[in-house]
């Protein structure tokens, strides 16, 4: 069955580093993958979508790569802010469906 | 714009009320999801509509949820009689053509 593992435990990182979150699937070959950050509380909200024929995709201070070999794909986040501490989640859609499927989501912890 | 509009957005019934969720898309967008949420499960789809279609309605957990879209503006998302085990957020998001999805600030339900 279609898998998505994101990591459960907590990234706990210092301010000013660059945060790296993972993103791995299994029995899937999607056509997009998305990452979205989520606040507690509130829903989630889109940040950066790749398309499988891109391995590299960038917005400010944030970068994404996607690797089909792998099945794979990182998050970055550079000069990281305590601000910057959310959940993020990926998702992934195959060609010509409109349903994304969602990671459980990694919790960043960014330290002043 | 006002982004996916939710109602309410906190429930608290007991069991074996009829529960209902509400939601206003944003204007021209013509796909609509209903999510939920929980710790154990992280985000799963419950319905999906197109063009006020219900279109894929397989995360539908069993007869006692049920979803109209009555007109390009307004979903429902009904649960009848709630239970327990109900009790997570429900979440409600639009896009255009799938690729972005937009959602609502949630409503966390109780179900006691």
């Known amino acids: 069955s279609q898998k998505i593992e994101q990591n459960s435990e907590a990234l706990n990182i210092q301010e000013g580093k660059t945060a790296t979150l993972t993103c791995n699937y299994t029995?899937?070959?999607?056509?997009?993958l998305q990452w979205y950050r989520q606040d507690p509380g509130r829903g989630p909200v889109f940040l950066l979508l790749i398309r499988e024929n891109e391995k590299e995709k960038r917005k400010e201070r944030l970068k994404v790569t996607f690797d089909t070999t792998l099945k794979q794909s990182l998050f970055h986040i550079t000069a990281s802010q305590p601000a910057d501490s959310a959940t993020y989640l990926c998702?992934?859609?195959?060609?010509?469906?409109?349903?994304?499927?969602f990671g459980r989501g990694t919790s960043l912890i960014v330290h002043p | 714009d006002a982004g996916v509009i939710q109602s309410p957005r906190h429930e608290v019934t007991e069991m074996g009320q009829e529960v209902t969720l509400r939601c206003k898309p944003i204007s021209g967008h013509n796909s609509l999801f209903w999510y939920r949420q929980t710790m154990m499960r992280g985000l799963e789809l419950l319905i999906y509509?197109?063009?006020?279609?219900?279109?894929?309605d397989s995360g539908m957990p069993e007869d006692r949820f049920s979803a109209k879209m009555p007109n390009a503006s307004f979903s429902t998302l009904k649960i009848q009689p709630s239970e327990p085990r109900d009790s997570a957020v429900y979440f409600c998001?639009?896009?255009?053509?799938?690729?972005?999805?937009?959602f609502g600030p949630g409503t966390r339900l109780l179900v006691l």
């Open positions: 998702a992934l859609l195959s060609g010509g469906s409109y349903i994304p499927t």
């Open positions: 029995n899937y070959s999607p056509a997009y």
């Open positions: 998001a639009s896009s255009t053509f799938g690729e972005t999805q937009y």
């Open positions: 509509f197109n063009n006020n279609v219900p279109i894929d």
